[in-house]
Structures are given as structure tokens and as C-alpha cells.
Nanobody, 125 residues
Framework: QVQLVESGGGLVQAGGSLRLSCATSGRTDSRNAMAWFRQAPGKEREFVAA????????SYANFVKGRFTISREAAENTMYLQMDSLKPEDTAIYYC??????????????????WGQGTQVTVSS
């Protein structure tokens, strides 16, 4: 089993920054692919960013490129999402996920099999 716990969400004004954290435990390690997704009210969940377990294996959705940065701290078993220049349309519940059978590469969205409970991010205009 794998457990993921997100934190760091909150209310911020447009143009501000937040840093989300995702702490992992259980049967996973720093080589497993991990990702951030988000779901806004009335919308489907969408991909935000992924880290395939190596520094050269990182991917971002177009709408966050240049504003968000994904990173991982292996020693802490934690993944981060630094979010800068936030916009009201970034308002959503943000979820972290791990692909327990993917190591060193970014898998298909459908391969993420463990999920956190989510953390709310609200950006006011």
C-alpha cells in the first residue's frame, strides 16, 4: 500500500504564490513516477505536472509552463509543486498521485494508481 498526503493549499490573491507538498509512505520510492492533477468545480480532473523519478523526466501542462515547478526530495519522500503567478482559473482541488509500477519515466495518466485526498487552492481576483 501507498499513502499520500497533500498540504500547502490555501487562499491567495492573483499573482501570488503557493507551495504544495505531497508526503508519501509505504511501498514506493524516489524512482516511482509521481504527478499533480487538479479538479475545478464542475470540471473534469486534469493533469498539471509530472516527475518521472529523474531530473530529466519532467512534464508540465501547457497552461502552467513557466509558472509552476515540480520537484522531489528523495530523502524526505516528498514531492512539491511551487506555484507562482497564480491566476483565478488555477482555483481547484489539487491532488498528488503515484504510479507504483512506473520507474524513471512519465507514464500514461491512467497508470497513476494511488492518490492523495487533495488540497484546496483558491485564487482571488
Amino acid at each position: 500500500q501507498v499513502q499520500l498526503v497533500e498540504s500547502g493549499g490555501g487562499l491567495v490573491q492573483a499573482g501570488g504564490s503557493l507551495r504544495l507538498s505531497c508526503a508519501t509512505s509505504g511501498r514506493t520510492d524516489s524512482r516511482n513516477a509521481m504527478a499533480w492533477f487538479r479538479q475545478a468545480p464542475g470540471k473534469e480532473r486534469e493533469f498539471v505536472a509530472a516527475h518521472g523519478g529523474s531530473r530529466t523526466s519532467i512534464s508540465y501542462a501547457n497552461f502552467v509552463k513557466g509558472r509552476f515547478t515540480i520537484s522531489r526530495e528523495a530523502a524526505e519522500n516528498t514531492m512539491y509543486l511551487q506555484m507562482d503567478s497564480l491566476k483565478p482559473e488555477d482555483t481547484a482541488i489539487y491532488y498528488c498521485a503515484v504510479a507504483s509500477r512506473a520507474w524513471g519515466f512519465i507514464p500514461s495518466t491512467h497508470d497513476y494508481d494511488y492518490w492523495g485526498q487533495g488540497t484546496q487552492v483558491t485564487v482571488s481576483s
